[in-house]
T-cell receptor, first 115, second 114 residues
Framework: GESVGLHLPTLSVQEGDNSIINCAYSNSASDYFIWYKQESGKGPQFIIDIRSNMDKRQGQRVTVLLNKTVKHLSLQIAATQPGDSAVYFCAENREGSGNTGKLIFGQGTTLQVKP | DGGITQSPKYLFRKEGQNVTLSCEQNLNHDAMYWYRQDPGQGLRLIYYSQIVNDFQKGDIAEGYSVSREKKESFPLTVTSAQKNPTAFYLC?????????????FGNGTRLTVT
């Protein structure tokens, strides 16, 4: 399954399939990007980050791709599991200062995993 | 077990009352932040502090106040001047000047003002 842009709020995928969540960021000067996962009633949980000097970074079952030309970020989740169901936010740091806390967040995509 | 503690989890207040949300961290992070989240929305920055006794306004500081008297603590006061105070409030912390440790969040306080 795949979401497009910032305006598709929900992505529904079958358990075991790969998921792709997309995000468009706003500031060409941003040099640090993060994906967070938020479960209902909890704070966002860090998934993976990437600096602007990289195009791709892999974690455990997750990959982040950065396309600076079109200011686009994506999160790929391999073999999606029911525990992956949550809201996923992309975020960019706003000043390129190395300060990782002053972030601009997207509106989020809800990932629903069907058993 | 290091982390950020926000209390209480749920808070109810009458309109016109000030209310203070607590945030404590034992991660030894220099910087602390308050974000606000509305239903179906991303997070927006209210205030942040990079050092004790100093803090700066974020994007939506009007109607809020903070203090940073200790490194571990960054309480947020929602004043009666805040027009739409009902929201989910998230406190976070991070080290400064490094890309190696991203922003770490608490589990939030849900404030309802009626």
């Amino acid at each position: 399954g795949e979401s497009v842009g910032l305006h598709l709020p929900t992505l529904s995928v079958q358990e075991g399939d790969n998921s792709i969540i997309n995000c468009a960021y706003s500031n060409s000067a941003s040099d640090y990007f993060i994906w967070y996962k938020q479960e209902s009633g909890k704070g966002p949980q860090f998934i993976i980050d990437i600096r602007s000097n990289m195009d791709k970074r892999q974690g455990q079952r997750v990959t982040v791709l950065l396309n600076k030309t079109v200011k686009h970020l994506s999160l790929q989740i391999a073999a999606t599991q029911p525990g992956d169901s949550a809201v996923y936010f992309c975020a960019e740091n706003r000043e390129g200062s190395g300060n990782t806390g002053k972030l601009i967040f997207g509106q989020g995509t809800t990932l629903q995993v069907k058993p | 077990d290091g982390g950020i503690t926000q209390s209480p989890k749920y808070l109810f207040r009458k309109e016109g009352q000030n209310v203070t949300l607590s945030c404590e961290q034992n991660l030894n992070h220099d910087a602390m932040y308050w974000y606000r989240q509305d239903p179906g929305q991303g997070l927006r920055l209210i205030y942040y502090s990079q050092i004790v006794n100093d803090f700066q306004k974020g994007d939506i500081a009007e109607g809020y106040s903070v203090s940073r008297e200790k490194k571990e603590s960054f309480p947020l006061t929602v004043t009666s001047a805040q027009k739409n105070p009902t929201a989910f409030y998230l406190c976070a912390s991070s080290p400064l000047g490094t890309y190696n440790s991203p922003l770490h969040f608490g589990n939030g306080t849900r404030l309802t003002v009626t």
